[in-house]
């Protein structure tokens, strides 16, 4: 979801169209941008020569650009003559993402090249509302910009995710979410008006998506799937190389796939849902339930890897459920890969094995054989660092420029 | 398409550097062009929507393809309003669409207007092969050619659409289609050889989709899917206003998604699939136990019609099904609009009523409520259609210069 402008589609009203002159201004600036970090430094001729911009023009754009502090001239001579090589000073530019939990939230911070230079996760109590969130992360990035000698002005953005889907004409959150106490909020707003910056939101699943093909292992797969298997289960899709958010903002929402007609009533208001047979929420309660200490999630994955036999049953049962509704998806979309994400993820090939038969079992024959199927590599920090992506990707000329 | 990075890099000393304005609006032109030539007639509104480009661009750019005698204006309304339908007619190439079914095939010409020029559909054998069937389309075509008075020369490619899995890596017919005769040939080298034209091939209900964003009503919709309940169930997807391939070119296949765990053999080798509770063959066959002749889906169309209880009832439980499915879709990819086509489409309500019933049942409530159904207007054409663009499509640039 772009800052204040939910639909891009829709924006040929706004200033930036793309046939305008600020448009055309634009694109003109990125070009040198993209040619002064591609090619190193170089004389305005030479940028005007490599751009195909008349030289007036690379003129302007350099003068703009090093009021910007952008680029700096140095004096050198090109072919015999005198003259200012242009050199890109980078820009410092530093991100923020944001993961809010059911009982955390994570701030990461981050530069354009794509390294974390902060980051830090704290725990918040269950049920606690969206001020309460909020507030908690507002001050966690206060305090990882102090740590960290970061200068506020250098935040383009805050990214910003939550285990719920989202009105993404509204930026509200949506009935079904697993912080039920943030339905119906405005986050959008609410995150703005208290970090001050330009605020980007996103669903969890769709954060952890974006985050494999941006930090992850797959920035070259054009489709694929983000599955977060947690209290809640939900998908992230890429659909030709971009994230992908339908009508209204709610996709990939996969928990509430029916499994079984009869079965358990489940907190969409719907029963059977795959949530109901395959959340961490449903294992922990399977496996509570002789237990005079409710179980984690944690608690599931160190029993499964210590080859615990209920674990591993209740696992089995679960993932072969998952695979079954990931047969769903791949026969509809046909994704390259799928990679699973959340707590259970460190489990490896005890997690992947069952729902690779699920998988098997349902899709057809030729879609299955041909969809790789991976556990995250990004561990508990993919939706924050998705957040980070959101905000780099929002508008990266308006950003460099 | 504005991208100034394609070729016009090194043209600095050219009279179109890309930064001036008459690249500019030569850009804009083109995209105007490109947008009629593969989206087809559209009001203003739709292409300002579509190309991203300012109302008062379009309008300038409409009056001079008008004045220059490359479009044509017709009186339409759209969203109530009086408008003006802006309707391509700068050459006349010629596109065949070919659409196999498994007992006829049916041969479409029309012009780059789309405006359909020579048209027939002639049964075939239940159990033909891929030899007979490819014969009696390019004997069709050529019989539409002199009937038409059409010069071949004027032919620039035929587009071909099976009732089954093509694998986009190969061209070849995958296992599952509903014509088995058919699997495992190279589709699109035979027909290339048969007609000595460029050939483009697609599974059917791809083509459907793609006809209701070309020829139907739906052509500024982004996200839609278009349903074919017919002797199998498949869909097409339009993705971001683009016919959706994945990763191997199988996608749509909500025939084949889980209903029943342990019901009926499906044909693709799982049990319970949607075909074998809600296909036409499923219905046929569940009507005709106690007949002494086999019905087929028009007596379905007749018999629900002239409000026979037991038709009403198999219409009922194979809609409810069609709507579960439905709603896994649109949890996933939340559409704007589902088209549902075939040969019972000309039921209506008759036939959305249970599959809403169903979608609402089990789709997430704000996906639900947000999704538009609908039945498709293009009858049994829609495949062909969808194949004429399919060739418009491939490439119209090259077509047109």
Redesign the interface.
């Known amino acids: 979801m772009f800052d204040d402008e939910s639909s891009p ?5 706004s200033s930036t ?4 002159q600020s448009a ?1 201004r634009r ?2 600036e990125l ?1 040198v941008t993209e040619q002064l970090l591609r090619g190193g430094p170089a004389t305005q001729a030479e940028l ?2 490599l ?4 030289t007036a ?1 690379v003129s302007n754009i350099v003068k703009s650009m090093q009021q910007a502090g952008l680029v700096t001239l140095t004096a050198t001579t090109s072919s015999g003559r005198r003259a200012h090589s242009v050199r890109y000073i980078g820009d410092s530019s530093i991100a923020a993402g944001i993961d809010f939990g059911r009982s955390h939230v994570r701030v990461v911070l981050a530069n354009r090249s794509y390294q974390v230079v902060a980051e830090r996760q704290i725990p918040l109590p269950l049920g606690h509302d969206a001020t309460v969130g909020i507030a908690a992360a507002a001050k966690l990035l206060d305090e990882l910009l102090v740590e960290g000698g970061i200068s506020r002005s250098s935040l383009v953005g805050a990214g910003a995710g939550i285990p719920g ?1 989202i ?1 993404r004409r509204t930026g509200k959150v ?3 979410a697993i912080l039920p106490e943030w339905v119906g909020i405005n986050l959008h707003e609410r995150l703005k008006s208290a970090l001050e910056l330009p605020v980007f939101i996103e669903n969890d699943a769709n954060l952890g998506a974006l985050a494999q093909i941006t930090w992850g292992a797959y920035s070259a797969v ?2 694929l799937v983000f599955v977060k298997i947690g209290t809640g289960i939900g ?1 992230g ?1 890429i ?2 190389g971009s994230l ?11 928990g ?3 499994i079984n007609e009869s079965g358990l009533i489940c907190r ?3 029963r059977g849902c795959l949530e109901t047979v395959a959340s961490t929420a449903t294992m922990i309660q399977l496996l509570s339930r002789d237990k005079s200490h409710p179980m984690d999630a944690e608690d599931i994955v160190r029993h499964a890897k210590a080859g615990d036999s209920t674990t591993l049953r209740v696992l089995e049962d679960a993932g072969t459920a998952v695979g ?1 509704a990931l ?3 791949s ?6 890969v799928i990679v699973i994400g959340g707590p259970l993820a460190t489990l490896g090939e005890l997690l992947l094995s069952p729902i690779r038969r699920g998988l098997l ?2 899709a ?4 299955g054989e ?2 790789t199927l991976a556990t995250s590599s990004l561990g508990p920090r993919s939706e924050a660092l998705g957040a980070v992506s959101l905000v780099f990707q929002s508008d990266p000329a308006k950003q460099t420029t």
């Open positions: 589609r829709r924006s040929a009203g169209k793309p046939g305008s055309l694109r003109n070009r005007s020569r751009t195909g911009l008349s023009t889907p009105d949506i009935q079904g054009p489709n998908a899709l659909v030709n992908y958010s339908g009508s209204i903002g709610v996709t990939g929402e996969i509430h796939l029916t969409c208001g719907n079954r047969a769903t998806i026969n509809l979309m046909s994704p390259d079992r349902h057809v024959p030729v879609v041909n969809t």
